[in-house]
């Protein structure tokens, strides 16, 4: 069982960043380290959406097209911590922020892969 925890939303203007932090209770016999973490995003009425994945050891990122270079995901696995550090904010971006976890050390982008959700967290970009 792990629970997850986002924190960090809020109301920007565009071109405005926030940093998203996600703390992790893991109660299984794996450590927080093996599990490959993910952000992900649905804007009102549409689909949950990738953003960012992170590997165990923080070795290998992925994002989708449209945040590249904007957004940088990292991990504190002494804090149980990954963050999502989001730059020129614009209003395309404004979403409930999720954070999710995979056991396992194999990247993914799908969100059926990933086992454990947090409650999400508001972003909203003002124009």
């Known amino acids: 069982q792990v629970e997850l925890v986002e924190s960090g939303g809020g109301l920007v203007q565009a071109g405005g960043s926030l940093r998203l932090s996600c703390v992790a209770s893991?109660?299984?016999?794996?450590?927080?380290?093996?599990?490959?973490m993910g952000w992900f995003r649905q804007p009102a009425g549409k689909e949950r959406e990738f953003v960012a994945a992170?590997?165990?050891?923080?070795?290998?990122?992925d994002y989708r097209d449209s945040v590249k270079g904007r957004f940088t995901i990292s991990r504190d696995n002494a804090l149980k911590t990954v963050y999502l550090r989001m730059n020129n904010l614009t209003p395309e971006d404004t979403a409930v922020y999720y954070c999710?976890?995979?056991?396992?050390?194999?990247?993914?982008?799908?969100?059926?892969?990933?086992?454990?959700w947090g409650q999400g967290s508001q972003v909203t970009v003002s124009s």
């Open positions: 999710a976890a995979r056991p396992g050390a194999s990247m993914s982008n799908s969100r059926g892969s990933f086992d454990y």
């Open positions: 893991v109660r299984t016999f794996r450590t927080f380290a093996t599990y490959t």
């Open positions: 992170i590997s165990g050891i923080g070795g290998t990122t």
